[in-house]
């Protein structure tokens, strides 16, 4: 497609389970990233993937958090045990090549009660 | 990574011109200047980047200072829709990607 698409756009989960969210990146993109924007405008790197292959994980909490982009399936961030400090909105944004321009999704808004 | 120092805040009025500025006063010979905007409850959207030289789309205009210490994101025209955060970036080419977002500019137009 040519827009990145994050699903889903909410998910509510209760402290200590778990929290699975996806993104389709546009066609044609070699490159995935993951940013987490827990108050308005602070956002943190997470993880960036090249194709299937993990880029750079140096945002990635040691614990808790994975992701995955497996061919011919929408890339997924999972976090385990989830906690209230958890909550926020998490971005996927893609690019044709790493250097390129990233175009973002708009975002799945995790919520951990 | 460099640091980019930007207002918090600025106020325009609609189809005036609007220069958002950008201090990167640490940036290095191959760091990248990247504009990204965030409008209220979407994601990020690119705006423009550029090295050196000044740089022209149909968003938006980015003019470099000659010792690329700062940079300024000129928009022509500002319409009520160009409301939103606008981010400074500082990426280096060649490296990881990643962008590291600050605190941008809350970016108001009236009427």
């Known amino acids: 497609g040519e827009e990145v698409a994050q699903t889903p756009k909410h998910l509510v989960r209760g402290e200590g389970q778990k929290a699975k969210l996806y993104c389709a990146p546009i066609k044609g993109h070699s490159y995935v990233f993951w940013y987490q924007q827990v108050l308005k405008n602070e956002f943190k790197f997470l993880i960036s993937f090249q194709n299937e292959n993990v880029f750079d994980e140096t945002g990635m909490p040691k614990e808790r958090f994975s992701a995955k982009c497996l061919p011919n399936s929408p890339c997924s961030l999972e976090i385990q045990a989830t906690k209230l400090e958890d909550s926020a909105v998490y971005f996927c944004?893609?690019?044709?090549?790493?250097?390129?321009?990233?175009?973002f999704g708009d975002g799945t808004r995790l919520s951990i009660l | 990574d460099a640091k980019t120092t930007q207002p918090n805040s600025m106020e325009s009025n609609e189809e005036e011109p609007v220069h958002l500025p950008c201090n990167h006063s640490?940036?290095?010979?191959?760091?990248?200047i990247h504009w990204y905007r965030q409008l209220p409850s979407q994601g990020p959207e690119y705006v423009i980047h550029g090295l050196t030289s000044n740089v022209n789309n149909r968003m938006a205009s980015l003019a470099i200072a000659e010792d690329r210490k700062s940079s300024t994101l000129i928009l022509h025209r500002a319409t009520l829709r160009d409301a939103a955060v606008y981010y400074c970036?500082?990426?280096?080419?060649?490296?990881?990607?990643?962008?590291?977002f600050g605190k941008g500019t809350l970016l108001t137009v009236n009427p």
């Open positions: 944004a893609s690019s044709r090549q790493g250097n390129q321009p990233q175009h």
């Open positions: 640490t940036i290095s010979g191959t760091d990248y």
């Open positions: 970036i500082l990426s280096r080419g060649g490296s990881n990607y990643k962008l590291t």
